[in-house]
């Protein structure tokens, strides 16, 4: 399956999300997923904003499903309009959701939630996870 990845950037360590993504992608396709990470492309256009989204939503048309990491209460407005997106086009989202994350309504919304304490705890449930 095609999935791409969708994940809290803007004023995040960048560091810090590419290396957790890393995890997220390499456990996915260990499963025999085809992955897509804007985070981690090293050809994707980033001159302006409008690029960054312009390319992320040409991918997500390519893509399957969406699998959004959701790791804080603060929302990520290219998040959320990629879970948007996705659900408008009738395509799977699954939500991994942290567990102290409470003030959210993407619970309801996903066709597969996925809960989670930490990042390794997500890792072994992706593990396991059958789409």
Do not use: W
């Amino acid at each position: 399956m095609k999935i791409q990845l969708a994940y809290k950037f803007t004023n995040e360590d960048e560091n810090n999300v590419a290396e957790t993504m890393d995890k997220v992608c390499n456990v996915l396709k260990e499963a025999g997923h085809d992955i897509y990470c804007p985070v981690l492309d090293d050809k994707l256009p980033r001159e302006t904003e409008k690029q960054v989204f312009n390319h992320s939503f040409n991918k997500l048309n390519e893509a399957d499903a969406l699998l959004a990491v959701v790791q804080s209460e603060n929302k990520s407005e290219g998040m959320l309009m990629e879970i948007g997106y996705m659900m408008a086009k009738g395509k799977k989202v699954i939500v991994a959701l942290k567990q102290d994350v409470k003030h959210t309504h993407l619970r309801y919304l996903a066709h597969e939630l996925i809960e989670f304490i930490n990042i390794d705890d997500l890792i072994n449930k992706l593990k396991n996870l059958k789409i």
